[in-house]
């Protein structure tokens, strides 16, 4: 894995060479400056109610830092506690005001600069992330990135707080980018992580960048 290396993350590989590039992107941490899960949540209920929330859920989220709960059950009890009954419409409503809104204050700079590089040379780039796709679709959507990321159950145009599928996080991205892209099509892979939860989608890389924008 290149951290710091002769290969830097705004000088792409010259792509005059058959075939593309794709590059695959994390989220949370790596193109932002903050968590955007929690960052949503404060958007959408409040400082005060997000924060008394999260400490009735103390025991959870310890339980989660100490790697005895894993990561979709915790992230089941949160989006459980704060969104289970929430119209779907309403929600998906507040998802493309917190794109339009908030985003762009925790995006860093030099991660934009990294993707309009590869975009500037055709790569194709995903955005891979364990975050809900519903606040993110707007978002990549108007800066011309392909999406994966986890997908929330609604039923009866109601949210439940469960997730459909597995959380797209670890060994799962990987599983996810597989079943999207054939890897062989391209030329050069570029990865771009910044926790454990990138680690196996780090390993497709020719080319693995690791808090690249830090």
């Given at each position: 894995m290149n951290q710091n290396g002769a290969h830097s993350p705004l000088s792409i590989e010259n792509n005059n060479h058959t075939g593309p590039d794709i590059a695959f992107?994390?989220?949370?941490?790596t193109i932002t400056n903050?968590?955007?899960?929690?960052?949503?949540?404060?958007?959408?209920r409040g400082k005060v109610a997000t924060y008394t929330g999260l400490f009735?859920?103390?025991?959870?989220?310890?339980?989660?830092?100490?790697?005895?709960?894993?990561n979709w059950k915790a992230k089941e009890k949160v989006l459980t506690y704060?969104?289970?009954g929430e119209p779907i419409e309403?929600?998906?409503?507040n998802c493309d005001r917190y794109a339009e809104e908030r985003l762009p204050?925790?995006?860093?700079?030099?991660?934009?600069?990294a993707i309009k590089k590869h975009q500037a040379v055709g790569t194709d780039i995903y955005l891979v992330s364990a975050s809900p796709e519903n606040w993110l679709s707007n978002w990549c959507r108007r800066k011309g990135i392909k999406l994966i990321a986890s997908k929330l159950q609604v039923q009866d145009g109601k949210l439940t707080g469960k997730l459909v599928g597995k959380n797209c996080y670890g060994p799962e991205k990987v599983a996810r980018i597989r079943e999207e892209v054939?890897?062989?099509?391209?030329?050069?892979?570029?990865?771009y992580g910044d926790s454990r939860g990138d680690r196996e989608m780090l390993s497709l890389a020719d080319y693995a960048y690791y808090r690249p924008f830090r």
């Open positions: 992107f994390d989220f949370d941490g903050r968590d955007s899960f929690i960052d949503f949540i404060k958007f959408y009735r859920m103390l025991p959870i989220l310890i339980a989660y830092k100490a790697r005895i709960v894993p704060f969104f289970a309403k929600f998906q409503q204050h925790i995006i860093r700079v030099s991660a934009l600069q054939t890897l062989t099509d391209y030329y050069h892979v570029y990865c």
